[in-house]
């Protein structure tokens, strides 16, 4: 029997749902943290560990399939991605220990390692035509929307439903398997597929677009620990040094960072990707000082604030990031070409996550918090002294183009 293929809108929507489960699958375990570190006598390392175990696990994919789905396929490669998470879903559903609870973890960074290059990749080449620079802001918005979901629905669920520690992942298993569905009907698309077969080889980046890349990347590397610092610590943060014992109005002050995450896309679009990049650093800078400020304070307000500004911040460098790789990469290696900034994205986060958990345990949660802010910061300067060579470079360039 002939299974039904979806049209070009639906496939679009359902690669930007296989992005936003990359972000849901990541986020949901964020405000059970607390729950485990209680009921199972866990240190602050412990359960950053956990959270730090996922994109180790995606660095791991990204380094050995990282261009699968430039030969397969997107849709196969994303199918892969999602079975992986749904394995992993189900054992945080079943979880009777801490040592399950790794497990799965390892399953969802394998599955979103899996599927993180071929959905954005996909969200390209299933746009509208002449609508394609716009995906970025589309990968970026799929995200936040991701992270809401998980937040909000989580938040829910543990405050005020049975179950606190499973049902929000069972909740999860039910998207998944609803997305799952929905990306079986897609077309096997890819815009063009790069001759001979496929091996694994490490992701690489194109000739011509080295600068571009490493400007990306360190924006969206940014973007990634600010989002490491809300998912491995932000329940912890909101809880022993905020005071905020309800859990919805903890992942309610997630779904801030996420929600206003969301927002920031909307004025971004068409917008030149090194102003979105700015903003994002400056925005980035001055919200990790308030969350700074908020621990010091002991201030929902002051970190409320810190969230959604955050969440812009998060969003804009991400659609910086991604904009720039999505108008420089050749179409035969645009999956390979961001698998390779994700590697390094994820492999940031997953330092930053135990860097900070160890000094939560040794030190305070506060201090963990400090330093933390101090990286975003040097991270955005970083983001933003690259991207002023990259301009002067591509300058330099064209100014040799006409003169010849």
Known sequence: MRRKVLGRKASFLTAAAVVAHTIWTSAAPALTYPLYAQEWHLTTFTTTAIFAVYPVFVVLMLVVFGNVSDYIGRREAMLLGLAASLTGTIMF??????????????????????????????????????????????????????????????????????????????????????????????????????????????????????????????????SYVLGAMTLSLGAQVARDIIASQNALVNGGTIALFAISSAIATLPARGTKPGRVMLAGSVIAIVSSGLLALAGALHSLVFYTIAQIGSGMAYSLLLLGGLSLVNAAAPVTHRGATLSALFLVAYLAQAVVALLLGKIATWASLSFAVDIGVATVAVLALVTLLLDAVRSAIASRSTRKARGH
């Not at 394998?110 to 071929?118: E, N």
């Not at 959905?119 to 002449?130: I, T, Y």
């Not at 405050?159 to 039910?174: C, G, H, Q, S």
């Open 93 to 222: 559903a079943l979880a009777p220990d801490v040592d399950w609870i790794f497990i799965g973890r390892a399953f969802m960074g394998v599955g979103v390692g899996l599927s993180a290059g071929p959905s954005a990749a996909a969200v390209v080449e299933f746009s509208a035509p002449g609508r394609t620079a716009q995906a970025g802001s589309a990968t970026a918005a799929a995200q936040a929307f991701g992270m809401i979901g998980a937040a909000l629905a989580g938040g829910a669920l543990i405050e005020y439903a049975p179950l606190p520690t499973r049902l929000n992942f069972v909740v999860l298993t039910a998207v998944l398997v609803v997305v799952m569905v929905a990306t079986w009907m897609l077309p096997n698309h890819t815009a063009s597929r790069p001759a001979g077969r496929w091996r694994p080889r490490l992701p690489s980046i194109p000739n011509g677009v080295f600068a571009t890349f490493v400007t990306a990347t360190a924006a969206v590397t940014a």
